[in-house]
């Protein structure tokens, strides 16, 4: 079985850019949630869909969105990146909501580089 | 009193020896606490896990302690490899479907061989 994949796994953009990165989950999963990890905050929630529906989401400003498909593949999207914004984005898969205790399967990440 | 707090930051250990990996809990309601392990370039993969209604779980080398009392749980690694040297998180939820699971900061562990 295929595990999760994440693309692009590099991405340099310039501050004031937007950015888009996908998710494919593990087949049969229906929840993917999404993470950014940097080496101060370790793994930072953003937000989680199931069924294409918004379960769960982080305290993160509205910049950082997201959605998922009828396929349960997700995008998370950035808007008016800034420094900060850099970061390892990681996309997480499971059978159900990860609240349900359904354990996670996380992709490699997405390497995102603003300067 | 979402935190869960994780130490220490970073761990090194010598080839053999027992690593032990701390977090501590503040919301009594979480009734699921798993670890993660995370190599460089990878995403983190879930290690072992246990519920409050046992106090040891082991699986292998790796033992999860839970002390509910204390709300303090750890993580043991016997005959410590340099294998072993990643990124560990330990992560508490609630069992609410519509809750997130929350990860503490993570500890870096680096065995010497």
């Known amino acids: 079985k295929a595990g999760v994949t994440q693309t692009p796994r590099y991405l340099i953009k310039t501050r004031g850019q937007q950015v888009t990165l996908s998710c494919s989950p593990i087949s049969g999963h229906r929840s993917v949630s999404w993470y950014q990890q940097t080496p101060g905050q370790g793994l930072q929630f953003l937000f989680e869909y199931f069924s294409e529906t918004q379960r769960n989401k982080g305290n993160f400003p509205g910049r950082f969105s997201g959605r998922q498909f009828s396929n349960s593949r997700s995008e998370m999207n950035v808007s008016t990146l800034e420094l900060g914004d850099s970061a390892l984005y990681l996309c997480?898969?499971?059978?159900?909501?990860?609240?349900?205790?359904?354990?996670?399967?996380f992709g490699p990440g997405t390497r995102l580089t603003v300067t | 009193q979402q935190q869960v707090k994780q130490s220490p930051q970073s761990l090194i250990v010598q080839k053999g020896g027992i690593s032990i990996i701390n977090c501590a809990y503040e919301n009594t309601a979480f009734d699921y606490f798993p670890w993660y392990q995370q190599f460089p370039g990878k995403g983190p993969a879930l290690l072992i896990a246990i519920r409050p209604d046992v106090s040891e779980k082991k699986e292998g080398r790796f033992t999860i302690s839970f002390n509910k009392s204390a709300k303090q749980f750890s993580l043991h690694i016997m005959d410590s490899q340099p294998g072993d040297s990643a990124t560990y998180f330990c992560a508490a939820s609630k069992g609410n479907r519509d809750d997130k699971i929350i990860f503490g900061k993570g500890t870096r562990l680096h065995i010497l061989p």
């Open positions: 997480a898969s499971s059978l159900g909501p990860t609240g349900n205790h359904y354990e996670q399967y």
